[in-house]
């Protein structure tokens, strides 16, 4: 089969630095023999074509094994029956495939394209397994029976290098890391998997550092020396010209267009078929058809010539090579008196001070955690990506005479459970402190956090930072630094004193209850100055006034602000909104709970991008009037997708309910104030229709029956008086 994009493969290899390569390095093509020269070829390649499945779902078998309540939606390759608990043995033991050859049941999947904020299916994905030069193909190992591995950056900000993802339009050699509109041609994604390997781990808490990508000009690093098959995925989708493209993990990060385009991969072939290809294909280096034979032969290009060595062995893997041989051990002569074991020296060694701020990425050691820089006050970095188990060491902490509270500066923008616990000297040490941590509402938004300690901590000590929280694969936040502070001394006796004689106590008076002050929904209330919330995240926003904003809202999402205060009436919303996709979802404004009164429905428009506000009316279904707690809830179907943002939101008070009676001499032509129901004319001389006393009287039983409290007069003639004896007369409950 041939290659159906080479320009994107060959881009690919000039960004990766392939070139002026030392020799010696790891698993890099020696001066002799070149297998490349000797196959005739450039690299050597094996093919499976994999259908969609159909399956999109919220889960990850990988990063959330078990939930159905992934943070976004996949779109499934290959394996036709993948679960949340889907792994490479599963994968195998229930092995029906869409992919060709049969042999291979691995899944594979990406997050979903969303087009106009709906999904759209896959036409297809090929998947190439290759060793290309630089790279030494006799050092291949077979891509392990286990292995699971992720490509690409769910949570990148910025653009990823080319040489992990590239967005193309079909048969362009323009590589882009965002989507482009390709005006209804065919829409490619390549992704491109890490080929070095530990040798060990088929996976790792993150689910990256048990792989790594070759360095140019050095090969696979000393950390991860094994070579294994490169694993590209080339996915194609036919989207509208103009449409606006995202993948549905765009928002989780705040981005549009693809930028955080990825993929994952759960080995599932057939061991015997892959050792085949591996040996057939790759070690030998030749470029083969799906059916695993060298594409030359059935083009009948193979040259006569050529002569295929003996397939060569990898290097062994730890474990499975040779014992080594003990160093033998001379028999004594005698047993010789044993010197008494000095005792140690005092530690020299410098110490880092408690109560100094310790910035986190200043670990001297981890397992688990990745640094990042921050945007908290005084720049640097940040540990992050913290998921269960994760931990960080910090040698030799002296706490000096002693210390009762640790001050955490946190950040995170998901609810969860998760405690970072502080220990003293291993990793499941005693236990000093478990810090909560809280929705800061972003990955950057930080808060300093004091928690007091369990016990007084005195002298030099190693510091553990562990992390505790289920399920164990969320990632619930980042720590940018840590300080502890010290205990307060105790305060010196005061000398007693002779006691004075007992004064009768005066009764303590019962405090009054604390009553929280309300908000006036009048003023504008700031989306983000919710009292709780369920499923929302907080950015910064770009509209008038700066600040921050509620977003990646989704169904079911709601946030609360306590005791609103409606007055004696309001009878309208509006609401600032910005979305960058068309959908069904609707904002709900409900009173004092959740599932509360429905006083409003805002349908959520597609304003142009998630930071183009525009202000939506509403009015409300029935006046509201009073103190209540005031609900924004999500409704959208389907429920995965992000419907939009909110600024901020203002309530508008109910008009004034008067009626306006126009009077004067002679008839009055009324209609006009019929017109709009709030006036009415009349007429207090006997002339016309009616004597003027009936006139009036008819007038002001109308504006009663109608729900009127209150009257405004004007007109010629001095006969207010006559209109309040008659409101009194008549006993109306009416002002004037």
């Keep these: 089969m041939k290659r159906i994009v080479l320009p994107i493969f060959a881009a690919v290899s000039l960004l990766l630095g392939l070139a002026a390569v030392p020799a010696g390095a790891a698993a890099l093509v020696p001066p002799s023999p070149n297998l490349y020269d000797q196959a005739r070829v450039g690299l050597g390649e094996f093919t499976a074509v994999c259908d969609y499945t159909g399956l999109r779902d919220t889960i990850d078998p990988i990063v959330a094994p078990g939930s159905t309540t992934f943070m976004h939606a996949h779109d499934f390759f290959g394996n036709t029956e993948v679960t949340a608990d889907s792994t490479p043995t599963s994968l195998r033991e229930n092995s029906d495939t869409n992919c060709d050859p049969v042999e291979d049941a691995s899944s594979y999947w990406i997050p979903s394209l969303v087009q106009n904020g709906q999904p759209l299916d896959a036409t297809s994905l090929t998947a190439y397994y ?289 405690q970072l616990e502080v220990r003293l000297d291993a990793v499941d040490g005693p236990l000093v402190a478990s810090v909560p941590m809280k929705n800061t509402g972003g990955w950057q938004s930080w808060e300093s956090v004091d928690v007091p300690l369990t016990e007084t901590v005195t002298g030099v000590h190693d510091l553990y930072l562990r992390v505790a929280n289920q399920p164990s694969w969320q990632e619930i936040g980042n720590v940018n630094w840590l300080t502890f502070n010290a205990t307060d001394p105790e305060p010196e006796p005061t000398p007693t004193s002779e006691p004075s004689p007992t004064e009768e106590p005066t009764p303590t008076p019962t405090p009054e209850p604390t009553v929280e002050p309300a908000r006036s929904a009048f003023d504008r209330i700031e989306a983000e100055s919710f009292d709780d919330q369920a499923g929302v995240l907080t950015e910064g926003t770009s509209d008038n006034g700066g600040g921050d904003n509620v977003g990646w809202l989704a169904n079911g999402d709601w946030t609360r602000y306590d005791r609103v205060d409606f007055g004696e009436g309001a009878d309208s919303v509006d609401l600032r909104l910005a979305s960058a996709v068309t959908t069904n979802g609707q904002l709900e404004v409900r009173l004092d709970s959740v599932d509360g009164p429905r006083i409003a429905n805002v349908a959520m428009p597609n304003t142009g991008g998630w930071q183009s506000w525009r202000t939506v009316t509403a009015e409300l279904s029935e006046s509201v009037s009073g103190v209540h707690d005031l609900y924004l809830v999500v409704v959208n179907d389907p429920a995965w997708q992000d419907v939009g943002n909110v600024n901020w939101l203002t309530f508008s008070a109910a008009q004034p309910p008067e009626y306006g009676l126009f009077y004067g001499e002679g008839r009055v032509d009324d209609r006009a104030f019929w017109d709009d129901q709030r006036g009415i004319g009349f007429s207090v001389s006997s002339q016309g229709a009616y004597p003027g006393q009936q006139r009036l009287e008819d007038a002001l039983q109308r504006v009663s029956d109608l729900g009127y409290t209150t009257i405004r007069t004007w007109g010629a003639g001095g006969y207010a008086e006559r209109i309040l004896q008659t409101i009194d007369d008549m006993g109306l409950d009416l002002k004037v």
């Design 130 to 418: 290759f060793v290309k030069s630089p790279m030494d193909p006799a050092q291949v190992q077979e891509m392990p029976a286990d292995m699971k591995m992720i490509a690409g950056n769910a949570k990148a900000t910025s653009p990823q290098p080319l040489n992990r993802i590239a967005w193309t339009c079909f048969g362009s050699s323009e590589m882009r890391s965002t989507i482009p509109d390709c005006n209804g041609r065919t829409l490619q994604l390549a992704l491109f998997f890490p080929q070095c390997w530990d040798g060990v781990n088929t996976d790792s808490p993150d689910h990256i550092s048990h792989v790594a990508y070759s360095q140019p000009g050095v090969g696979c690093p000393e950390s991860h020396p094994y070579l294994i098959p490169q694993l590209e995925l080339q996915f194609r989708w036919q989207p509208e010209p103009g449409a606006q493209l995202d993948v549905s993990s765009d928002p989780m990060a705040g981005q549009s267009n693809g930028i955080t385009a990825h993929a994952d991969f759960v080995n599932g072939w057939e061991l015997a078929t892959l050792k085949e290809r591996t040996d057939n294909c790759l070690r030998w280096p030749v470029v083969c058809l799906i059916n695993g034979v060298d594409r030359r032969i059935s083009q009948g290009s193979m040259p006569p010539d050529l002569v295929r060595p003996p397939t060569p062995v990898p290097p062994p893997l730890p474990g499975d090579g040779p014992s080594p041989t003990p160093n033998p051990t001379a028999s004594p002569s005698s047993s010789p008196t044993p010197s008494a074991t000095p005792s140690p020296e005092p530690s020299d060694e410098p110490t880092r001070s408690a109560f100094e701020r310790i910035e986190s990425e200043s670990f001297d050691d981890q397992v688990g955690v990745r640094t990042e820089n921050t945007s908290d006050a005084g720049g640097g970095e940040n540990i992050g990506y913290l998921a269960n188990d994760d931990w960080a060491r910090y040698d030799r902490v002296d706490f000096g005479e002693g210390a009762d509270e640790v001050t955490a500066r946190l950040a995170s923008a998901v609810d969860s459970e998760g």
